[in-house]
């Protein structure tokens, strides 16, 4: 390899040229190339014969040019600038750095000036270095790049979050995490100790609702887990927050915070609402049934609960003649008093309409329940003012006490239902605790219910007639209709049982139009002398239609309308409306004989006497019934006959059984006897034949009894 023969000729002077990694020349002072290695002709393109120790300047710059270097230049120009250099880098110490490219790399030239030597050349490549660097700065703004797009990207978000070392100091955190602790400057820094963050927090109005050891102690133990986590902070100023804690390889976590207060609020009306009665604000029935599901549990571990459940008497009578709006508010005022009623604790629901229930307990003994459902009636049944309107309202409660009644809600509520049936059938405004047997009523009530359409039109019914007797003339001069039904699967069922809920459910009405019917058919088949009495239910009398369905039983069976009785009680004049005094007027203008039955088991059964003027007064069993005893009733018997007669009235005896019985009523007086010892209720068949033997005039003494 060529070398810089003219100064040292050692071989290891030389192998060091050649193994240093980059091109160097010396040029003595007067600009003659002294000293150069094969890599200084490499950087140039130039074989190594083509330089050679000893070469001017100029030469060397002819070379240079000639190999393809420095394009545009002519040797001329390269060496003047090559002069300049060396003059410039004479008055320097330092030496002097410059970049170029030569041949698609790029070479870094230091010169230096070695007075008393010359100058020292050297060209080193840094094509490779450079672009390492440019991949380097690339890198480094890629970065930039996306160190700023993960800071708006954290910035922006939504939620805090913040991000923690192992070390538990702060990494970062957003501007949503310091406004959501209100973190002054200090603590959002890099570095800042968790602890400190968390002391500022404490103090500054963000105290945690379980206190801070316990928050701490919770956050300790998700950050030892190492799992990710969402946990919900609740904080003493009603904040909540939630965080989603998530562990980093390194020991660290990320968090993202996120006030979920309003949506907590929200979620707390949905759930209030999902669970109380918009109008009332009281539990409704689901929040009533979790409740009672709750209190199953503590009935099982021996505790006396009640179910206490209660409507309200006659309110669709507020809401129709009142309007709702009205309704309303009284259901709020009743609602009031519910819960001034019970006790604290407790749970009072409105069930729907006006229909509200208590869970009440622990109770000591079934009395406090009483107590409870007497506090009921007292206060709901004060007076209200609502809009200007004075309005009383009752209501009926009944009362299921557990576990005697049932161990479980269902249970609880069907036999707290089934004791305010009773106390509504047994006249309202009371309460009543449920018995046993209770439940087997209620069943047969629904079964007669559901039966009785059912009964008329499959032909179950049937008319039996009892014979009334003149006791003067002994003739029968009436026959009394009443009705049988022979339920296929129930056997035979009670008048008074099923009329009273035909009654309720408004049947009464059709089934009372086939009795007129069916009795006036029958009694037109009789001798003309004999009547027959139909009962009428005071439902029946309130419908408009009864004047209407009288007339056409008559016209239909041909019957004078002088053939027929008509039976009411008392309970027809309660409503001592105009309306019913008139309709009794025209039936009685018709030629149609009203009788009063059951006389003396009302309240006021004399004062009715003067509201119409009745045909007949039928006296109630019970009466007859005492006759034969010592403690007789004969007084009032003789009352009622005289006062009878005193007004126009023809008195009957009911239920008449024994010779005493008969002779006591003869002997006061009564004009007609109707009761067993004569005869029991017979069916159609054998009354018309009885009718038709006895007609004219039997022998009362030698006819007893028929039945
Ligand atoms: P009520 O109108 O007082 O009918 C008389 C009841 O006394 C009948 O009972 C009859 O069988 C019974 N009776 C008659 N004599 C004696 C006696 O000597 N001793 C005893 N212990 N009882 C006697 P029944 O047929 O069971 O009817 C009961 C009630 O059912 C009737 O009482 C009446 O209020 C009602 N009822 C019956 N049929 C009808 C009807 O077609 N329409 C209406 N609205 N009610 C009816
Ligand atoms: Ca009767
Ligand atoms: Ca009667």
Redesign the pocket.
């Known amino acids: 390899m060529p070398s810089g023969k003219g100064m040292t000729n050692t071989h290891a002077v030389d192998a060091a040229l050649e193994a240093m990694p980059y091109g160097l020349c010396v040029w003595s002072e007067d600009l003659t190339l002294q000293v150069f290695n094969s890599r200084y002709a490499w950087t140039f393109g130039l074989a190594s014969d083509a330089l050679a120790a000893g070469m001017s300047l100029r030469e060397c710059c002819r070379a240079v040019i000639e190999a393809g270097n420095y394009f545009g230049y002519s040797v001329d120009e390269l060496y003047e600038a090559m002069i300049g250099r060396f003059e410039r880098q004479k008055r320097q110490e330092a030496p002097t750095q410059y970049e170029q490219f030569l041949r698609d790399r790029s070479i870094r030239t230091t010169y230096t000036n070695r007075p008393g030597v010359g100058w020292l050349v050297t060209h080193e490549d840094i094509t490779d270095a450079n672009d390492h660097l440019t991949a380097l700065s690339k890198r480094e703004a890629d970065l930039a790049r996306q160190a700023m797009r993960f800071e708006t990207a954290v910035d922006n978000m939504a939620h805090g979050l913040c991000m923690i070392d192992a070390d538990h100091k702060l990494v970062i955190c957003n501007a949503n995490y310091a406004n959501l602790y209100e973190l002054p400057d200090h603590l959002q820094r890099p570095g800042t100790l968790l602890t400190d963050i968390l002391d500022y927090r404490f103090e500054n109005g963000m105290r945690p609702k379980e206190g801070p050891m316990a928050f701490l102690h919770r956050r300790v133990r998700t950050i030892s887990e190492g799992k990710r986590s969402v946990d919900i902070c609740e904080f003493e100023n009603g904040q909540v927050i939630s965080v989603i804690h998530q562990p980093m390889e390194d020991g660290g976590w990320v968090e993202t915070h996120q006030d979920i207060t309003e949506q907590r609020r929200s979620e707390a009306r949905i759930h209030h609402l999902a669970r109380h009665d918009a109008l009332t604000d009281l539990p409704n029935r689901t929040l009533f049934a979790e409740e009672m599901a709750m209190a199953e549990s503590r009935i099982r571990r021996g505790e006396m609960m009640a179910v206490v459940c209660f409507d309200l008497d006659h309110f669709k009578v507020i809401n129709d003649t009142l309007g709702h709006a009205v309704g309303d508010a009284l259901l709020q005022q009743v609602a009031a008093r519910i819960n001034y009623a019970k006790r604290e604790h407790e749970c009072a629901a409105r069930l729907g309409g006006d229909e509200f229930a208590i869970l009440a307990g622990p109770l000591r003994s079934p009395s406090d329940a009483a107590a409870l459902a007497e506090r009921l009636i007292a206060t709901i049944s004060k007076p209200m003012e609502i809009e200007g309107h004075r309005v009383i309202i009752g209501t009926s409660v009944g009362v299921a006490v557990a576990p005697t009644d049932g161990e479980d809600g269902e249970t609880l509520m069907k036999n707290a239902d089934l004791a305010l049936y009773r106390a509504k059938g047994d006249g309202r405004g009371n309460y009543r605790f449920f018995e046993k047997g209770m439940d087997a009523a209620m069943q047969r009530r629904r079964a007669i219910e559901s039966g009785l359409k059912l009964g008329l039109i499959r032909d179950e019914f049937k008319?039996?007639f009892?014979p009334l007797m003149e006791l003067e003339s002994n003739r029968i001069s009436c026959m009394?209709?009443?009705?049988?039904w022979e339920h296929p699967e129930m056997g035979f069922i009670?008048?008074?049982e099923f009329?009273a809920v035909?009654?309720e459910i408004g049947f009464?009405v059709q089934?009372?139009e086939w009795?007129l019917q069916q009795?006036c058919r029958v009694a037109a088949t009789w001798p003309s002398d004999i009547r027959v009495a139909?009962?009428?239910?005071p439902v029946?009398f309130k419908s408009r239609r009864l004047l209407e369905s009288v007339e056409r039983a008559l016209d239909e069976a041909g019957l004078p309308a002088s053939r027929l009785e008509l039976?009411i009680?008392e309970s027809v004049l309660l409503s001592d409306s105009d309306q019913t005094l008139e309709t009794l007027h025209t039936l009685r203008a018709m030629g149609i004989r009203i009788s009063m039955?059951?006389f003396g088991t009302g309240y006021s059964s004399l004062s009715y006497l003067r509201a119409f003027p009745f045909d007949k007064i039928?006296i109630?069993?019970s009466f007859?019934?005492d006759v034969g005893s010592k403690d007789a009733n004969f007084e009032i018997i003789k009352a009622v006959i005289a006062l009878g007669r005193s007004l126009g009235m023809s008195t009957t005896a009911?239920?008449?059984?024994t010779e005493a019985q008969l002779d006591a009523v003869r002997a006061h007086g009564c004009d007609e006897i109707?009761?067993?010892?004569?005869s029991?209720?017979l069916p159609e068949k054998d009354a018309l034949e009885l009718v038709t033997r006895l007609s004219p005039r039997p022998a009362i003494g030698a006819q007893r009894s028929y039945a």
């Open positions: 008319l039996v009892q009394e209709a009443l009705l049988r009670s008048p008074v009329i035909a009654e009464i089934l009372g009795v009795a139909v009962n009428l239910s029946q039976e009680t039955d059951d039928k109630d069993r007859i019934e009911e239920g008449v059984e109707q009761g067993f010892l004569f029991r209720p």
